[in-house]
């Protein structure tokens, strides 16, 4: 499984990066829409956090997070841009303020830079988005610490999970330059 996950992690991003057409392009940014994420799930899972297939099935489930829930996504990138107070959000590339629509399109942006732009780029910039939501929801988290503590948990474990994506990312984003990201 984990040699099927890696080579058709690497055959799907060789052969857009070879000929990235528009249409090819937006088939995949859009590929969830119309398989759904159980399609890649079966995929890539499974495979480590720093391995190309797995940097894409995070990629994938941030894709997903945005999509599934905008209006939350904005208000955490909002919340997250004023307390974190770091390049990142500069980094992501959303405009300020960013509402649903806009992170909607800046997560299929960054996934479109994944196989048409520079792949590091594109991932330390969903490493940076994923900065800014988690210091979001933790912002969120600790406004429902008194009031509702199961809310809050449940902030606090996004939070973390997207804190470890981001240093996943930023991780493959070195492995690539290094060209060792397999």
Wanted: with cysteine.
């Amino acid at each position: 499984m984990s040699r099927i996950a890696h080579a058709t992690a690497s055959a799907l991003l060789t052969r857009v990066r070879n000929e990235p057409t528009d249409v090819v392009v937006q088939r995949l940014v859009g590929f969830t829409d119309a398989h759904g994420l159980e399609t890649v799930a079966e995929l890539w899972s499974h495979s480590p956090a720093t391995s190309l297939p797995g940097t894409l099935w995070r990629l994938y489930l941030l894709q997903l997070m945005v999509r599934e829930d905008a209006a939350t996504a904005a208000l955490l990138y909002e919340r997250g841009r004023v307390v974190l107070q770091s390049v990142d959000d500069v980094v992501a590339g959303a405009p300020t303020p960013a509402g649903p629509e806009e992170l909607m399109t800046l997560v299929d942006e960054i996934l479109r830079g994944v196989f048409t732009g520079d792949f590091a780029v594109a991932l330390e910039r969903a490493a940076s988005f994923c900065r800014v939501e988690s210091a979001g929801a933790t912002d969120i988290a600790d406004d429902y610490d008194d009031s509702e503590p199961e809310r809050a948990t449940a902030f606090t474990t996004r939070a973390l999970r997207l804190d470890t994506y981001a240093g996943d990312l930023t991780a493959c984003a070195r492995l690539w330059r290094r060209d060792a990201l397999m």
